[in-house]
C-alpha cells in the first residue's frame, strides 16, 4: 500500500497570511495513463471531507483561487495565499493512483 | 446535482451484523466506480473498500478483508456494505464517496474521489 505523509500535523496560522502544507508518498504516484492522482481535502469543524485540489494542481468546481497545489513524483505541497477565518479545518491530502486509495494523517488548521 | 445519502447506521453488537446504503443521485451512477471512507471518533479518513461500476472488481483495506463486503445495485442507483463480525474498532462515521469514471470516448473525466455523502455512524458496542 502506498503510505501518504503530511507534515506539519498542526499549523496556527494568521488571518490573511500565506500557508503551505506538505505530503509525501512512500512511491511514485503516477498512473499507467500518464496521470497523477494526487489530491487534497479540506474537512471543517463537523462535516464531511471536501475535494479542493485533484491531479496535483487543479482545483475542484467552487474552489477559491487562493487554494494552489504543485509538486510531482512523491513530493506534493497545498498552499493558500491568504488564510481566511473559514479555512479552518483539516486538511488532508490522498491518493487515487491505485487501490487501496489511502490518506495522510492530515494537517489540523487554527487561526493563531 | 450529485448527491450522496448513506443510510443503516446505529448502535450494533460486536459480532451482529449491519448494511450501510447510500442512494445516488443526480450523475450516472453505473459509470463510475464507488468507495466507502470510514472515520473513528477525533481520527484520520480510512478508505474501507470499493468496487468498479459493473460491480466485478471489490477491494477492501486489510482490516475489514473477509468481515465486510461491498455490492451495488446499478438498477436502484445504490451502494451498499455488509459489515459482519463488527468490532469495537469499527465504530466511525461511514462515508460514501464517488469515485473514477470509466472511460466513455468524451471529454476529459472527473477526477476520482470527487464527492462524498454526509456519513452515517455506526456504533459497535455491548
Known amino acids: 500500500d502506498i503510505v501518504m505523509t503530511q507534515t506539519p500535523l498542526s499549523s496556527p496560522v494568521t488571518l490573511g497570511q500565506p500557508a503551505s502544507f506538505s505530503c509525501t508518498s512512500s512511491?511514485?504516484?503516477?498512473?499507467?495513463?500518464?496521470?497523477?492522482?494526487l489530491s487534497w481535502l479540506q474537512q471543517r469543524p463537523g462535516q464531511p471531507p471536501r475535494l479542493l485540489i485533484y491531479?496535483?494542481?487543479n482545483r475542484f468546481s467552487g474552489v477559491p483561487d487562493r487554494f494552489s497545489g504543485s509538486g510531482a513524483g512523491t513530493d506534493f505541497t497545498l498552499k493558500i495565499s491568504r488564510v481566511e477565518a473559514e479555512d479552518v479545518g483539516i486538511y488532508y491530502c490522498?491518493?487515487?493512483?491505485?487501490?487501496?486509495?489511502?490518506f495522510g494523517q492530515g494537517t489540523k488548521v487554527e487561526i493563531k | 446535482e450529485v448527491q450522496l445519502v448513506e443510510s443503516g447506521g446505529g448502535l450494533v453488537q460486536p459480532g451482529e451484523s449491519l448494511r450501510l446504503s447510500c442512494a445516488a443521485s443526480?450523475?450516472?451512477?453505473?459509470?463510475?466506480?464507488m468507495s466507502w471512507v470510514r472515520q473513528a471518533p477525533g481520527k484520520g479518513l480510512e478508505w474501507v473498500s470499493g468496487?468498479?461500476?459493473?460491480?466485478?472488481?471489490?477491494f477492501y483495506a486489510d482490516s475489514v478483508q473477509g468481515r465486510f463486503t461491498i455490492s451495488r445495485d446499478n438498477s436502484k442507483n445504490t451502494l451498499y456494505l455488509q459489515m459482519n463480525s463488527p468490532r469495537a474498532e469499527d465504530t466511525a462515521v461511514y462515508y460514501c464517496a464517488r469515485d473514477y469514471k470509466i472511460r466513455d470516448g468524451g471529454g476529459s473525466p472527473p477526477p476520482p474521489v470527487d464527492y462524498w455523502g454526509q456519513g452515517t455512524l455506526v456504533t459497535v458496542s455491548s
Open positions: 490522498m491518493q487515487a493512483t491505485q487501490f487501496p486509495r489511502t
Open positions: 491531479k496535483i494542481s
Open positions: 512511491q511514485s504516484l503516477v498512473h499507467s495513463d500518464g496521470n497523477t492522482y
Open positions: 468496487l468498479t461500476a459493473s460491480g466485478d472488481r471489490t
Open positions: 443526480g450523475f450516472s451512477f453505473s459509470s463510475h466506480a
